[in-house]
C-alpha cells in the first residue's frame, strides 16, 4: 500500500469510518473513536464484554497520533512507516476493507446518471528461476461491457466520496458481478497468453541441469535414494514455473458517463 502523506491518509481512513476528528493540527491528529473502531484498535475485549454484559452504551476512547517527527516526544502516540500501530490500521484495511463502494462527486443542479464500474486489482506473480510481480487494474463499466486497463490511474484523477452526490442516481447494471469477473480472468488470460515466456523457458532448463547435476552427485549412492528424491522435489518446487494471481482488493464505482 503506497502511501505518500501519512497524516491525510490517517484523516481519510478515520473519517471513512464514521470517527471524528477532534483535532488535526501541525502533525497531531485527535480522534473519537466509535465503538467499531475500538474495538478493532484499542485492544479491549474484556471492557466490551462487560459493558455489554451489564447492558450499558460504552465509552470509546480517544487517539492522538503524532506524524510531525518535531513533536513526537508531545503526549500522544509517535506514528511512522513501519510502527507497529500503522501496521495495525493497515492490516484492518486489508482484513475488512478489501471491497468498497464509491461514488464520483458532480457539482450539478439536474438529474445525472452515474454508470457502475466493477474495479480489481490484482496481483501477478511469475515464480521460477527468477520471482516477478506485477500489478494489473482494470475495470469493467457493468452497463455496455467497456473495460479501461490501468484503472486506478484514471480514478486517481476524479473525486470520489462514500455517498451520492445531489441530483445524481445510479444505473442498474445489466452485467452481473459474477459474470464481469469471470470477464476481466479471460482478458487476464489472453494477456498471459499473449506472452513469449523466455522465463518459463530459462526455469526449465535450469530445473533439468539442476536435476542432472544432482543425479550425478549421488550416483552409485542407493542408500540414500530416499535423501536424493528430497532434494529432487526442493528443486523442483524451487525451480518449476508458475503463474499465479491474487486480488488484492476492488469493488463498484458509480462514474459519470
Not at 470520489?160 to 445510479?170: E, K, P, V
Amino acid at each position: 500500500m503506497a502511501i505518500t502523506n501519512l497524516n491525510q491518509f490517517l484523516q481519510d481512513y478515520f473519517v471513512s469510518h464514521r470517527c471524528q476528528i477532534l483535532e488535526n493540527n501541525d502533525g497531531i491528529l485527535k480522534i473519537r473513536l466509535t465503538e467499531e473502531m475500538d474495538r478493532a484498535l484499542m485492544n479491549r475485549p474484556f471492557y466490551w464484554h462487560y459493558i455489554k454484559k451489564i447492558g450499558q452504551q460504552g465509552e470509546p476512547m480517544n487517539l492522538t497520533l503524532i506524524t510531525n517527527p518535531k513533536k513526537k516526544d508531545e503526549k500522544g502516540e509517535w506514528i511512522h512507516f513501519g510502527s507497529p500501530r500503522l501496521q495495525q490500521i493497515i492490516h484492518h484495511l486489508k482484513e475488512n476493507e478489501r471491497f468498497t463502494k464509491l461514488f464520483q462527486k458532480v457539482e450539478t443542479n439536474q438529474n445525472t446518471p452515474l454508470y457502475p464500474w466493477l474495479v480489481v486489482n490484482l496481483k501477478q506473480s511469475y515464480k521460477g528461476k527468477q520471482k516477478k510481480d506485477e500489478i494489473i487494474s482494470i475495470g469493467l463499466q457493468l452497463v455496455n461491457g467497456n473495460m479501461r486497463l490501468e484503472m486506478m490511474d484514471y480514478l486517481k484523477n476524479l473525486p470520489l466520496q462514500m455517498a451520492i452526490s445531489d441530483y445524481c442516481y445510479t444505473i442498474s447494471p445489466i452485467i452481473k458481478l459474477q459474470s464481469g469477473f469471470k470477464r476481466i480472468e479471460a482478458v487476464i488470460s489472453t494477456y498471459i497468453e499473449n506472452q513469449t515466456h523466455e522465463w518459463a523457458v530459462e526455469s526449465i532448463h535450469e530445473l533439468d541441469e539442476e536435476i542432472k547435476t544432482l543425479q550425478h552427485f549421488y550416483e552409485g549412492r542407493t542408500e540414500e535414494l530416499e535423501q536424493m528424491e528430497k532434494e529432487m522435489e526442493e528443486i523442483k518446487v524451487r525451480y518449476h514455473p508458475i503463474i499465479s494471481q491474487e486480488v488484492i482488493n476492488g469493488g463498484i464505482f458509480y462514474l459519470t458517463e
